[in-house]
T-cell receptor, first 110, second 115 residues
Framework: EDQVTQSPEALRLQEGESSSLNCSYT??????LFWYRQDPGKGPEFLFT???AGEEKEKERLKATLTKKESFLHITAPKPEDSATYLC???????????FGTGTRLKVLA | DADVTQTPRNRITKTGKRIMLECSQT?????MYWYRQDPGLGLRLIYY???????NKGEISDGYSVSRQAQAKFSLSLESAIPNQTALYFC??????????????FGEGSRLTVL
């Protein structure tokens, strides 16, 4: 069964304290892995798509990496405005459905 | 203006009432989706549509129906609302992308409370 597990559920960081969020997945043939940011009361906002193991993508303080079993979202020197819930999703080859994890709630303290 | 617009943004209703949530998009995407988000359960797919004549059930379609009125419009109905349908509902779109994976673009959400 396709499954996505994110850890930790919640994370509190001091401003400038770098860390990583984890997304472990089980899928028979990965079409793509997605990262989204969701602010309270808002819809998820697309960040990255990763397609194959070894791929990396960066955007400002965020960097996403992918292996055959998991993806990491690295946050370098975070700021309070990076506080949000980060969602991971996968799409299996041969389908157009997306399987979402339950997210990591990130709080960055000034 | 938002590319994916949902109405209403908030709705409180009573058990047994019929409710319609509407979604319209200006992205020109063929594919539209309705998701439900509950704390601790993540986003779950209710229905999806790949074009006006194509409607498909998702993983939790019981108690819901949809209508694709046009390429840009996709509505979700609860024929007889019940309290466990209280949730945050999202409409999303994606572009047909052939062999690559297309990211989802979400609306701002519709918070539904069923008393």
């Amino acid at each position: 069964e396709d499954q996505v597990t994110q850890s930790p559920e919640a994370l509190r960081l001091q401003e400038g304290e770098s860390s990583s969020l984890n997304c472990s997945y089980t899928v028979s043939g990965l079409r793509g892995l997605f990262w989204y940011r969701q602010d309270p009361g808002k819809g998820p906002e697309f960040l990255f798509t990763l397609y194959s193991a070894g791929e990396e993508k960066e955007k400002e303080r965020l960097k996403a990496t992918l292996t055959k079993k998991e993806s990491f979202l690295h946050i370098t020197a975070p700021k309070p405005e990076d506080s949000a819930t980060y969602l991971c999703a996968v799409q299996r080859s041969g389908t157009y459905k997306y399987i979402f994890g339950t997210g990591t709630r990130l709080k960055v303290l000034a | 203006d938002a590319d994916v617009t949902q109405t209403p943004r908030n709705r409180i209703t009573k058990t047994g009432k019929r409710i319609m949530l509407e979604c319209s998009q200006t992205k020109g995407h063929d594919r539209m989706y309705w998701y439900r988000q509950d704390p601790g359960l993540g986003l779950r797919l209710i229905y999806y549509s790949f074009d006006v004549k194509d409607i498909n059930k998702g993983e939790i379609s019981d108690g819901y129906s949809v209508s694709r009125q046009a390429q840009a419009k996709f509505s979700l109905s609860l024929e007889s609302a019940i309290p466990n349908q209280t949730a945050l509902y999202f409409c999303a779109t994606s572009e047909y992308s052939g062999t690559s994976a297309g990211e989802l673009f979400f609306g701002e959400g519709s918070r539904l409370t069923v008393l």
